[in-house]
């Protein structure tokens, strides 16, 4: 695989963290990043996915009216809460 090298400047409590963690994992610096890298990719990915599809949604008309919302949130101090508006 193709790599190309990225430079960062971090806090030093941060790198101090990473290195901390590549000892303790006995891993490189680079495979730490590497992968804490990937995942937060991944998490950005799967969250514009997902706004993607409540906007869908919204334009489709799949939406639940605020009032209701708001009502069944008051009610959860009581002893019978509204059921979850649908």
């Known amino acids: ?3 190309k090298v990225l430079t960062a400047h971090v806090p030093l ?3 101090e963290r990473v ?3 590549a000892i ?3 891993r490189s610096r680079g495979w730490i990043i590497k992968q ?6 991944d998490q ?14 919204v334009d489709a008309g799949q939406v639940i009216d605020h009032q209701a919302v708001q009502a069944w949130a008051d ?7 509204l059921s ?3």
């Open 19 to 21: 290195d901390q963690l």
């Open 13 to 15: 409590p941060l790198a």
């Open 75 to 81: 009610s959860l101090d009581n002893d019978k809460p």
């Open 1 to 3: 695989m193709e790599t």
């Open 36 to 41: 804490a890298l990937t995942a937060w990719v």
């Open 44 to 57: 950005e990915d799967e969250r514009r996915l997902l706004t993607l599809e409540a906007l869908a949604e």
């Open 84 to 86: 979850v508006p649908l």
């Open 24 to 26: 303790r994992l006995e």
